[in-house]
Every structure is written in structure tokens, then in C-alpha cells.
Nanobody, 118 residues
Framework: QVQLVESGGGLVQPGGSLRLSCSAS????????MSWYRQAPGKERELVAS????????NYADSVKGRFTISRDSGKEMVYLEMNSLKPEDTAVYYC???????????WGQGTQVTVAS
């Protein structure tokens, strides 16, 4: 059974930082690209950052470049999103995603709320 479990969300002031974590189980972790998506109220879900299975290739949405960093630890089967200089527009539910190019399988976590407000 595949499970992706996010943690680390919360309320933070503008300019603050948060670190999101996603624990993966039930998948051959290294074969999956891992991504973070977010969905704000009334908006479509958007890709925030992704990292390849080997952890070499990373991509970021323009809106978070230079502020967010994605990383993965294959030994622990974890993926992280370090978020700095947070802005109110970063407020959203953040979802962890695992995708396999080989099998086409796609999995989602349940999401974790991030609220940036003073």
C-alpha cells in the first residue's frame, strides 16, 4: 500500500520559514520523481518544485525560485521542501506527489496547510 504523509505545515509570519516533510512508503522510492504541489483557495493545483529519482535534476516554479529548496533522502525515503522568505501568496495546501515515468503511477499525499499571515 502506497502512502505519502506530509508534515511541517502551519502558520508563519511573512518573511518567515517552514520546512515541509513527506514520508513515502510502499514504493521503490528511487524510481519515483518526487514533487511538491500547492493549491490555494479558488485556484488550481500548481507545481511548486520537483526532484528526479536520483536527486540530480530539480525544477522550481518561477514564483518560488531562490526562496524554496527541494531535497530528498533516499535512505529515509523522505522528501523535503525548505521554504524561506515566505509571502502571503504562498498560503495554500501543499501536497506531496510521487510519479514514476516507467510505470506511469502517480500518488498523492493528503496535504498540509501552510498559512503566511501577520
Amino acid at each position: 500500500q502506497v502512502q505519502l504523509v506530509e508534515s511541517g505545515g502551519g502558520l508563519v509570519q511573512p518573511g518567515g520559514s517552514l520546512r515541509l516533510s513527506c514520508s513515502a512508503s510502499g514504493v521503490l522510492f528511487i524510481t519515483y520523481a518526487m514533487s511538491w504541489y500547492r493549491q490555494a483557495p479558488g485556484k488550481e493545483r500548481e507545481l511548486v518544485a520537483s526532484v528526479s529519482g536520483a536527486g540530480v535534476t530539480k525544477n522550481y516554479a518561477d514564483s518560488v525560485k531562490g526562496r524554496f529548496t527541494i531535497s530528498r533522502d533516499s535512505g529515509k525515503e523522505m522528501v523535503y521542501l525548505e521554504m524561506n522568505s515566505l509571502k502571503p501568496e504562498d498560503t495554500a495546501v501543499y501536497y506531496c506527489n510521487a510519479y514514476s515515468d516507467f510505470s506511469g503511477q502517480n500518488y498523492w499525499g493528503q496535504g498540509t496547510q501552510v498559512t503566511v499571515a501577520s
